[in-house]
């Protein structure tokens, strides 16, 4: 697989060893940075990686910052991304066969460098399943609107936010 990989400082060296475990297992991978241990911005890293999965020149992404939450908020960012922050294997697997999630965010001073490689391995090994319900739950998320004004013009969820308020919602 081609594989876009991007951290920011606290986490060079994980990076590297990630970079190094994919190669080894026979992935391509796209290494967007940082290289070095000066501190910088997570969101330049979660962006570049990203872009990389939404233009098509990765199958999947992995970002990685020192808890993983700035990294991954800034990856779902990017219209199309699906970025996961993954602190178990059945997080990583329920993010890929559920949600089929493009990327994967870890906290590289929260995991143990075994739990990464682990959870590394099943997402990319588990395959999403196309179900009806996955499909129906990742349009739902694909469509929640971006701007403002969207949100304001928007009523798709009314009808089952009123049914949830009459307690007769049911899916
Ligand atoms: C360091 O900038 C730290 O805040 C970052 O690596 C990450 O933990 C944020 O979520």
Known sequence: MRI???CDHIVTEIKNHVA?????KGHK???????????THYPIFGRKTAEKVVLGEADLGIVICGTG???????????????????????????KQNLNANVLAMGGRILGIGMIEDAIDVFLETIYE??????ALISKIDSIPMSEEAINANHMFDEFIEKWDKGLYQD
């Not at 991978?29 to 501190?39: A, F, H, L, Q, S």
């Open 20 to 24: 190094d475990y994919l190669t080894k």
């Open 69 to 95: 939450v700035g990294i991954s908020i800034s990856a779902n960012k990017v219209k199309g991304i699906r970025a996961a922050l993954v602190g178990d294997i059945e997080t990583a697997r329920y993010a």
């Open 130 to 135: 196309a179900t009806p319900e996955n499909k």
């Open 4 to 6: 876009s990989i991007g």
């Open 29 to 39: 991978v796209i290494d967007n940075g940082t290289y070095e241990k000066e501190r």
